[in-house]
């Protein structure tokens, strides 16, 4: 029997322009870094179903809290003009055909329009609600979070991942359970059949997620959302940006730095040694030049 493997498209979506300090440890100061919001569409053929991983930045951005809208500005270039709205109509895909969005961390330029997926279930990191509340304290408070941003009756946030748990089916509609597969300690096997992992990545901001899809016999696709902003940092030629903060604490733009570490070694050990023996791509949400490269295989096109 031959498998049909899921497939991933990279979705044409919006793009900003942050400081590059925020990024990377070595950049010069006022230099900014243009770079894609990259969202992807995942098909199951088993199951039929069809999974966004992220949903980019928001086309009508006016509609975001008026604060947000002025740090906007400080991120031009900046477009919305492609949303993943508008990049699955390049392929007849409709958001109504969206069963899934998997929402890697609540940051604006990742949550995009959630009502444009009327049908969808909603998959978020343990504590997005309470961080969305704005009830995780205050070196997690963000001014601009949108309380009802995910659809509470159709969002399902997943469980802490304490290791004594590990095998314990949460879910029982769909039979997920946090499961480790070596070299990453959680991660959730979205349709019990070794093709499409959800999984917990912690450093960035609580709850933060990626995925990781099986898309032939000899490959893996690891979609690492902001675990790394740069490939930079990821081949270890310089180190997360830091900067310091009014108690004279060491911050960067990963919440829980050692955590941000750890999730980053596993990413690398993944690309070095592959998943038992099968080779894995990894792909940045933010990487500009993989995104140039790749332009051939964006939605209706797959990896
Ligand atoms: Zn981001």
């Not at 343990?126 to 159709?154: I, Q, S, V, W």
């Not at 310089?238 to 990963?254: A, L, N, P, V």
């Not at 080779?279 to 209706?300: Q, T």
Request: charged share 20%; proline share 7%; aromatic share 10%.
């Amino acid at each position: 029997m031959t498998i049909a493997y899921p497939t991933v498209s990279p979705l044409k979506c919006g793009y900003l322009s942050p400081p590059a300090s925020k990024f990377l440890a070595d950049a010069p100061d006022g230099e900014k870094l243009t770079m894609p919001s990259m969202a992807f569409l995942i098909q199951h053929p088993a199951s039929k179903s069809k999974i966004v991983f992220d949903l980019s930045i928001r086309k009508d951005l006016a509609t975001h809290h008026p604060g947000l809208q002025a740090h906007l500005k400080t991120r031009i270039p900046l477009s919305s003009e492609n949303d993943v709205k508008s990049a699955l109509a390049l392929g007849n895909v409709d958001t109504s055909d969206i069963d899934y969005v998997i929402i890697t961390h609540v940051h604006w330029d990742h949550t995009g329009t959630p009502s444009d997926f009327g049908s969808a279930t909603f998959i978020a990191g343990h504590n997005t609600g309470k961080l969305l509340r704005n009830e995780m304290g205050p070196d997690l408070y963000n001014p601009f979070f949108e309380a009802d941003l995910l659809p509470a009756d159709r969002t399902i946030e997943l469980p802490p991942v304490p290791s004594s748990k590990k095998g314990e089916v949460f879910d029982k509609k769909h039979g997920w359970y946090w499961q480790s597969l070596s070299p990453i300690s959680n991660a959730i096997d979205m349709f019990n059949d070794g093709t499409v992992y959800i999984v917990d990545s912690p450093g960035h901001i609580p709850g933060h997620l990626n995925a990781l899809v099986r898309v032939a016999v000899d490959r893996w696709i690891y979609l690492a959302a902001d675990a790394c902003h740069h490939m930079r940092i990821f081949k270890g030629e310089t180190d997360f940006g830091s900067w310091k903060d009014e108690q004279c604490r060491t911050i960067t733009i990963h919440k829980d730095i050692p955590a941000a570490y750890r999730t980053l070694e596993v990413m690398r050990q993944l690309k070095r040694d592959g998943l038992n023996g099968v080779p894995v791509e990894v792909v940045l949400a933010h990487d500009g030049e993989w995104e140039r490269e790749k332009a051939d295989y964006f939605f209706p096109n797959h990896l």
